[in-house]
């Protein structure tokens, strides 16, 4: 079983609907992170979490909002879809340090 | 704001070439980087760390250049395999800063 999983893997979405995209992990790390990737820009950080109490604006929050329920669970919500948040979505864990385990993305499509 | 800097390619490679890329980095006070490979469509996975006095892991070699604030990943003996998009990646206390990556292609 994947360490770091992602739900859903597809999302086709309209403009103005709430979605949320969910990620676990049992690799039993503190600190997650969302990250979007767009074609010709990288990855970009929206969300940050070191543990449970402690969240943390990224470069790109604005339009995005998240909840860590739990040391496994951090999910990102999309309070009213917008085309442009058309992306690839990805999760990640770390231990501490910087080396970081990507879940495998959800890709969502915002008509 | 930390940039990191890559040629995004394509490096068009034949098998069992030696290839070489370089990033650039922003913040002089950086004090990890890393290689991330990435297939189409899929999450990026470490490749390997930047150590200061350069690291090797089989065919993969990766160093870094304080003083000109560069990082470099050589690959000896490329495989179809190593067809990928390789991310330089900055580390830093609030996560990651990613380069846009560098397409290599091996060619058979």
């Known amino acids: 079983d994947a360490d770091v999983t992602q739900t859903p893997r597809n999302r086709i979405t309209k403009t103005g609907k709430r979605i949320m995209l969910e990620c676990s992990q049992t690799k039993g790390h503190d600190r997650m992170y969302w990250y979007r990737q767009d074609p010709g820009l990288g990855l970009r950080l929206i969300y940050y979490?070191?543990?449970?109490?402690?969240?943390n604006k990224g470069e790109i929050s604005d339009g995005y909002s998240v909840s860590r329920q739990a040391q496994a669970k951090f999910s990102l919500s999309l309070e009213s879809a917008i085309p442009n948040q058309t992306a690839l979505y990805f999760c990640?864990?770390?231990?501490?340090?910087?080396?970081?385990?990507f879940g495998p993305g959800t890709r969502l499509t915002v008509t | 704001r930390k940039e990191v800097e890559q040629d995004p390619g394509p490096f068009n490679v034949p098998e069992g070439a030696t290839v070489a890329f370089n990033c650039t980095y922003s913040n002089s006070a950086s004090q990890s980087f890393f290689w991330y490979r990435q297939d189409c469509r899929k999450e990026p996975k470490l490749l390997m760390s930047?150590?200061?006095s350069g690291n090797e892991d089989g065919r993969f070699t990766a160093q870094l250049n304080r003083a000109s604030q560069y990082i470099s990943l050589l690959i000896r003996d490329s495989k179809l395999s190593d067809s990928a998009t390789y991310l330089c990646?900055?580390?830093?206390?609030?996560?990651?800063?990613f380069g846009k990556g560098t397409h290599l292609i091996i060619q058979p």
């Open positions: 990640a864990t770390s231990p501490g340090g910087y080396e970081q385990y």
């Open positions: 979490s070191f543990d449970v109490k402690d969240i």
């Open positions: 930047v150590y200061s």
């Open positions: 990646v900055e580390g830093g206390a609030d996560g990651l800063t």
